[in-house]
């Protein structure tokens, strides 16, 4: 009778299913039975062992499975769509979702779509990083490009597309001064002694040692600094006695004077009621870690309320790509939203759908026309 | 001594699922449950490409349903009742027989695996103990896949196969009987 109450014993602790009354049963009868002992011994590490998963079959058929749940019109929302809803934590508002749920809706529309389309293979693709110049003291993306790198006093820079940053005021005598044009997120190394001045054609920053982004491109309607935390002192060059001290998660923002006066002789309307320069918090993607202003340097895309044709510049130097609009109405809505891994085509795409499809566009090389 | 199943982490797979829409966590309760279902439904349906459909249609099923995923307690039990039926209205399609006995299913086993660096058994043993379950009836040895592989519960097993919890309880003492008897041949043998 033993022997058989034994492998009832046995089995059921395998399996989980033991008391522990039987625990100490079991233990006891393999002690009057001790050759039982290695069978056990080996059956039990037999038992604990899984085969590994054939994680590459398994992705291919999942793939498969979730061409089959789109063509039935139930696929999920991939998760890389979703990223930036978990990045931004539980309280991600609805309407963010719902953008989310909604561009994946589209890419799912435009994979049958892109068929049909011959042209739209040229979309261009997004930003690579073979487009950098290095020369002595000094670094240069191009359109569609964007780097890091490290200043020889050991501070980190990233210069988004089509930015230049002098860095040969930078040396041994502990001056640490850069020029910049265009766009760069600057961690700068904290030396009290040693301000670091970074220098823009209409304002320059003194920093201690702090973390911000500095958006100085000539064509762009305002110049923007963003901090992060720390503490810069901003000074617009042709005010001497005005000089603004930033606290973090402040930005100050400066209309840019070229941009303005190019603006009027164009004869386009010029925006009389905004200030030449104000300080504004900075846009929290909402939730709360992601900050918009700096985005870019995670290779995201990101813009909270932002005028299309604001949007429209910065895709252009993500893209690389020239946008014109034949549609002043669309030029005026503002757009909320963040792209990582899209092509242009999809991006569009999905502005388009935010805006109830109230413009088009067409892609010709790298020649955009919304109208 | 705990059975190692992750009944914790499915149910946290069924909360996002449910309330999150989660695409991620629906892909790795797919990868969870893929191989194993899709081993039963071929133990039924005898087609590895019928039954990888079957598990698929079941899945879609999931997440169609997905509002009402939570109120489900027991998802394993859940997904291998809903590919059992599902497996066996295929086969009546197919074959056109009236009755289908869980008692006949050929279900196979993942092959005695041990892993390569643990290497607890020789080569012969494992040979001695692989062909012992192929040798096992059909019942006794879907009742070892579903104990082993699926780390299922014996109530679960029961429910799942219209049998009693005291069927399992023997039929896998007679197993692991026979299966020790096999290794203890080849031990004595080298003494």
Do not use: C
């Not at chain 1, 429209?312 to 809505?333: P, T």
């Amino acid at each position: 009778m033993n022997r058989d109450k034994i492998w009832h014993l046995f089995a059921r602790k395998l399996s989980g299913e033991s008391s522990r009354d039987e625990l100490h049963e079991l233990e006891s009868l393999i002690e009057e039975d001790s050759p039982l002992k290695y069978e056990m011994d080996a059956l039990t590490q037999l038992w604990e062992q899984k085969l590994p998963q054939d994680a590459e079959y398994l992705e291919a058929t999942y793939h498969l499975h979730y061409e089959k749940m789109k063509k039935l019109g139930v696929a999920p929302v991939p998760a890389e769509n979703e990223q930036v809803y978990f990045e931004t934590g539980k309280r991600n508002s609805f309407k963010k979702r719902r953008f989310i749920a909604v561009f994946g809706f589209v890419s799912v529309l435009l994979a049958a779509a892109i068929v049909f389309l011959k042209s739209e293979d040229q979309t261009p693709q997004k930003k690579s990083t073979d487009q950098i110049t290095h020369s002595p003291n000094e670094i240069k993306t191009k359109r569609g490009s964007s780097t890091q790198f490290k200043l020889p006093d050991g501070s980190t820079v990233w210069l988004n597309a089509d930015s230049k940053l002098n860095y040969s005021k930078i040396n041994a005598t502990g001056i640490r001064e850069v020029y910049l044009t265009g766009e760069g997120f600057f961690d700068v190394v904290r030396n009290p002694a040693r301000p670091f001045i970074i220098h823009t054609e209409s304002i320059d920053i003194k920093v201690l040692g702090t973390t911000f982004n500095v958006k100085a491109y000539p064509d762009d309607k305002t110049i923007e600094t963003s901090l992060i935390h720390g503490s810069v002192e901003v000074m617009v060059k042709n005010r001497p006695n005005e000089k603004y001290l930033l606290k973090p998660n402040q930005k100050l923002v400066l209309m840019n004077e070229q941009y303005a006066a190019k603006r009027e002789k164009d004869q386009r309307i010029m925006p009389v009621n905004i200030p030449i320069v104000f300080v504004k918090q900075i846009n929290y993607l909402q939730g709360d870690t992601t900050v918009s202003e700096t985005s870019w340097v995670r290779n995201k895309l990101s813009f909270e309320d932002e005028p299309f044709a604001e949007l429209a510049k910065r895709l252009e130097r993500w893209y690389d790509v020239s946008i014109e609009f034949k549609n002043k109405e669309i030029e005026e809505v503002e757009l909320s939203g963040s792209f990582e891994q899209e092509t242009l085509t999809q991006v569009l795409e999905a502005l388009r759908f935010i805006n109830n499809y109230k413009f088009k566009y067409k892609v010709e090389g790298k020649q955009v026309v919304i109208f | 001594m705990q059975n190692n199943h992750p009944y914790k982490k499915i149910q946290d797979l069924q909360r996002r699922i449910a309330v999150y829409d989660d695409e991620a966590a629906y892909k790795e309760l797919f990868f969870f449950f893929f191989h194993s279902l899709t081993k039963f439904s071929a133990g039924i349906v005898q087609s590895k490409e019928t039954a990888e459909e079957i598990v698929s249609d079941v899945f879609i099923s999931i997440w169609n349903d997905r509002a009402r995923l939570q109120e489900i307690e027991d998802l394993q039990l859940y997904l291998f009742i809903a590919v059992k039926n599902n497996s066996i209205r295929k086969l009546k399609q197919q074959s056109k027989t009236r009755t289908v006995s869980i008692d006949e299913l050929a279900v196979e086993m993942d092959s005695a695996y041990q892993d390569p660096e643990a290497k607890v058994l020789s080569a012969e043993s494992l040979q001695n103990i692989e062909q012992v379950i192929e040798h096992l009836p059909h019942r006794a040895k879907l009742i070892l896949k579903l104990a082993k592989e699926d780390r299922m519960r014996y109530k679960e097993i029961a429910i799942l196969l219209n049998i009693s919890v005291k069927t399992v309880d023997h039929q896998l003492a007679i197993t692991l009987k026979k299966l020790a008897t096999a290794l203890g041949a080849t031990f004595r043998k080298k003494k």
